[in-house]
């Protein structure tokens, strides 16, 4: 099964670059500055471990919480809070594939309060705790 997985995931990349090379203006993502500067300042928070604030982002694009909220739905698919989360879940996944740190660590690298909530945010999105995925790649 994961040689057939990684033979698709190639032949998908393959597809992808052949369409690219076919219609260039096709591939370009076309976020507003508003959902782009958010998206930015959501990696730089995931990145340090920091909190991130939606009223603050919205703040600065000098909108509404509500239609900041709408904007970077339709852009993305995702609401901020829930983008953000997503990406300190993959975080997460990355610095779990060390077997250095212990879960506790990662969580506090992450920013969140404890551990145990941690657990539940990433079994939420993966479908497994972190013990769990550390276990499933061997770490």
Same mark, same amino acid.
């Given at each position: 099964?994961?040689?057939?997985? &990684? &033979?698709? $995931?190639?032949?998908?990349?393959?597809?992808?670059?052949?369409?690219?090379?076919?219609?260039?203006?096709?591939?370009?993502?076309?976020?507003?500055?508003?959902?782009?500067?958010?998206?930015?300042?959501?990696?730089?928070?995931? =990145?340090?471990? +920091?909190?991130?604030?939606?009223?603050?982002?919205?703040?600065?694009?000098?909108?509404?919480?509500?239609?900041?909220?709408?904007?970077?739905?339709?852009?993305?698919?995702?609401?901020?809070?829930?983008?953000?989360?997503?990406?300190?879940?993959?975080?997460? &996944? $990355?610095?779990?594939?060390?077997?250095?740190?212990?879960?506790?660590?990662?969580? +506090?690298?992450?920013?969140?309060?404890?551990?145990?909530?941690? &657990?539940?945010?990433?079994?939420?999105?993966?479908?497994?705790?972190?013990?769990?995925?550390?276990?499933?790649? =061997?770490?």
């Amino acid at each position: 099964p994961l040689y057939l997985r &990684c &033979c698709l $995931q190639k032949a998908i990349a393959l597809m992808a670059r052949n369409w690219i090379e076919q219609y260039p203006t096709s591939a370009t993502l076309s976020f507003r500055d508003e959902v782009w500067s958010a998206m930015e300042t959501i990696e730089r928070a995931v =990145n340090s471990g +920091a909190a991130y604030s939606v009223a603050a982002s919205a703040r600065s694009a000098s909108i509404s919480v509500d239609h900041f909220s709408a904007l970077f739905r339709t852009s993305t698919g995702y609401g901020p809070t829930d983008y953000y989360q997503r990406r300190r879940v993959h975080r997460a &996944c $990355q610095l779990l594939l060390n077997p250095g740190p212990s879960i506790t660590a990662v969580a +506090a690298d992450l920013g969140f309060s404890d551990a145990p909530h941690f &657990c539940r945010v990433f079994k939420r999105y993966k479908g497994m705790t972190p013990t769990d995925y550390r276990a499933v790649y =061997n770490v």
